[in-house]
């Protein structure tokens, strides 16, 4: 049994290799093509493009069917680029400075680095917008920054290399997300700044709490909030969206200092405001093939939930149970 199932691990990893090391060899420019190929195929494979176009009218019920299917027609060319560009860049890391302008972040990208001159570490978080795999990477190789990301553990161990090799370029240290709320400390404690996808359902029992994005309540990890409020942390949202020329690099901190949020819930929701107004400038660069509006609190009105999509629905109470890992977070902060 183990054998064949590393067979299976070995098959599934050799072809994305193959593509690994293809996307190396193709000019940047050819991917815009690739893009609309494969990404027209997805759009039509079940479940792809019905899953986007329902999270895009829940977001954005303003919108017609035609301009949905745009949307979520685009969202898929875009995931396709991203993946064709990770890889291309894991290649010619002495190229990716020219795929990048940095006008939009390089002030808070400095004030950042400045607040850390003590060497307290930062928090980084991130959607899945434009592509989500370079904005650690600008912070790593065009500013310097000593990053930590938080990764979530591929079942294929051949694809988790494979993936964290590209992800680690540049001394990146990869935090993966089994046992990530000590490791993230650790890695703070050490001046590193936190790089963390922001746009993820994370159940209260594992630390999460409802946050309004597009006027939905959908569950968010409070860790940032946790950790960041402590030490008064300098804390960022940063995006890099694909224009026609280059990625347009935005980097912006919170409205305040972390210290002075009254609490995780209302430090979590300014990150998600700011979320929500970066996926408004490119709504076609989201990744919407994700059940993000997947549970509906109890408590929530009826209007609200009729805008949540079909797939949504009410969690049992074990997904709110979260005493013990909330004192694991409140444990750590205390000992700061």
Same mark, same amino acid.
């Given at each position: 049994?183990?054998?064949?199932?590393?067979?299976?691990?070995?098959?599934?990893?050799?072809?994305?290799?193959?593509?690994?090391?293809?996307?190396?060899?193709?000019?940047?420019?050819?991917?815009?093509?690739?893009?609309?190929?494969? +990404?027209?195929?997805?759009?039509?494979?079940?479940?792809?493009?019905?899953?986007?176009?329902?999270?895009?009218?829940?977001?954005?019920?303003?919108?017609?069917?035609?301009?949905?299917?745009?949307?979520?027609?685009?969202?898929?060319?875009?995931?396709?680029?991203?993946? @064709?560009?990770?890889?291309?860049? @894991?290649?010619?890391?002495?190229?990716?400075?020219?795929?990048?302008?940095?006008?939009?972040?390089?002030? @808070?990208?400095?004030?950042?680095?400045?607040?850390?001159?003590?060497?307290?570490?930062?928090?980084?978080?991130?959607?899945?917008? +434009? *592509?989500?795999?370079?904005?650690?990477?600008?912070?790593?190789?065009?500013?310097?920054?000593?990053?930590?990301?938080?990764?979530?553990?591929?079942?294929?161990? #051949?694809?988790?290399?494979?993936?964290?090799?590209?992800?680690?370029?540049?001394?990146?240290?990869?935090?993966?997300?089994?046992?990530?709320?000590? *490791?993230?400390?650790?890695?703070?404690?050490?001046?590193?700044?936190?790089?963390?996808?922001?746009?993820?359902?994370?159940?209260?029992?594992?630390?999460?709490?409802?946050?309004?994005?597009?006027?939905?309540?959908?569950?968010?990890?409070?860790?940032?909030?946790?950790?960041?409020?402590?030490?008064?942390?300098?804390?960022?949202? +940063?995006?890099?969206?694909?224009?026609? +020329?280059?990625?347009?690099?935005?980097?912006?901190?919170?409205?305040?200092?972390?210290?002075? #949020?009254?609490?995780?819930?209302?430090?979590?929701?300014?990150?998600?405001?700011?979320?929500?107004?970066?996926?408004?400038?490119?709504?076609?660069? #989201?990744?919407?093939?994700?059940?993000?509006?997947?549970?509906?609190?109890?408590?929530?009105?009826?209007?609200?939930?009729?805008?949540?999509?079909?797939?949504?629905?009410?969690?049992?109470?074990?997904?709110?149970?979260?005493?013990?890992?909330?004192?694991?977070?409140?444990?750590?902060?205390?000992?700061?």
């Amino acid at each position: 049994m183990k054998i064949l199932k590393d067979m299976k691990a070995r098959a599934e990893y050799l072809p994305v290799l193959a593509a690994f090391k293809l996307m190396g060899l193709l000019p940047y420019r050819s991917f815009g093509a690739i893009g609309r190929v494969f +990404g027209t195929l997805l759009y039509y494979l079940p479940g792809f493009g019905s899953l986007c176009r329902v999270n895009i009218h829940a977001a954005f019920p303003e919108k017609d069917a035609r301009e949905v299917k745009a949307i979520a027609h685009r969202s898929l060319e875009n995931l396709v680029r991203t993946l @064709c560009e990770f890889f291309w860049a @894991c290649s010619h890391p002495d190229k990716f400075a020219e795929t990048v302008d940095l006008t939009n972040c390089r002030v @808070c990208a400095e004030e950042g680095l400045r607040r850390m001159e003590d060497g307290t570490g930062a928090i980084l978080v991130t959607p899945h917008l +434009g *592509n989500w795999e370079f904005a650690g990477r600008i912070l790593s190789q065009l500013f310097h920054y000593r990053m930590a990301t938080v990764v979530k553990t591929a079942r294929n161990p #051949y694809l988790d290399r494979l993936i964290s090799s590209g992800r680690s370029a540049g001394d990146v240290r990869i935090l993966h997300s089994k046992g990530a709320a000590r *490791n993230m400390k650790k890695a703070l404690d050490e001046g590193y700044t936190i790089g963390i996808l922001i746009d993820q359902n994370t159940r209260p029992r594992n630390g999460g709490v409802f946050v309004n994005l597009f006027g939905i309540p959908v569950p968010v990890s409070r860790a940032p909030a946790v950790l960041a409020r402590s030490r008064n942390r300098f804390v960022a949202i +940063g995006t890099a969206i694909r224009t026609e +020329g280059k990625f347009n690099a935005i980097l912006r901190e919170l409205p305040k200092p972390a210290s002075e #949020y009254e609490s995780d819930e209302a430090l979590i929701q300014a990150l998600t405001d700011i979320t929500e107004e970066f996926i408004r400038m490119a709504p076609d660069q #989201y990744l919407w093939l994700y059940r993000r509006f997947q549970y509906i609190p109890e408590d929530v009105s009826p209007e609200v939930r009729k805008r949540y999509p079909s797939y949504a629905r009410v969690p049992s109470r074990r997904f709110f149970s979260m005493k013990a890992k909330m004192a694991q977070l409140r444990e750590m902060a205390r000992k700061e």
